[in-house]
């Protein structure tokens, strides 16, 4: 059973940044397109950011130009970093397959608080 561990969330204030990682148990890790997901309280999950096995990635509006995905292979891991944060960033974050694929189990998920 695959296993989704995410961390590196925390209490940043406005503009700040964190960096999110995620690592998946699975062996064969390298040709899933993985994704960042975020939900806030009362929300639903959204995705976020997408990035392919090769690399090329897409983004949510909301995030464009503040947010990069980023997959290192070799480390079954995939990392979103998160630059010039604002108050309505703040949620739990998720990884997962591309919802086309269908979802892994969920992870815990990673608390991100943006807050002065």
């Known amino acids: 059973q695959v296993q989704l561990v995410e961390s590196g969330g925390g209490l940043v204030q406005p503009g700040g940044s964190l960096r999110l990682s995620c690592v998946v148990s699975r062996t064969i890790f390298s040709p899933y397109p993985m994704a960042w997901y975020r939900q806030a309280p009362g929300n639903q999950r959204d995705l976020v950011a997408t990035v392919a096995s090769g690399g090329s990635t897409n983004y949510a509006d909301f995030v464009k130009g503040r947010f990069t995905i980023s997959r290192d292979n070799a480390k079954n891991t995939v990392y979103l970093q998160m630059n010039s944060l604002k108050p309505e960033d703040t949620a739990v974050y998720y990884c997962?397959?591309?919802?086309?694929?269908?979802?892994?189990?969920w992870g815990q998920g990673t608390q991100v608080t943006v807050s002065s």
């Open positions: 997962n397959k591309p919802r086309s694929l269908g979802y892994w189990n």
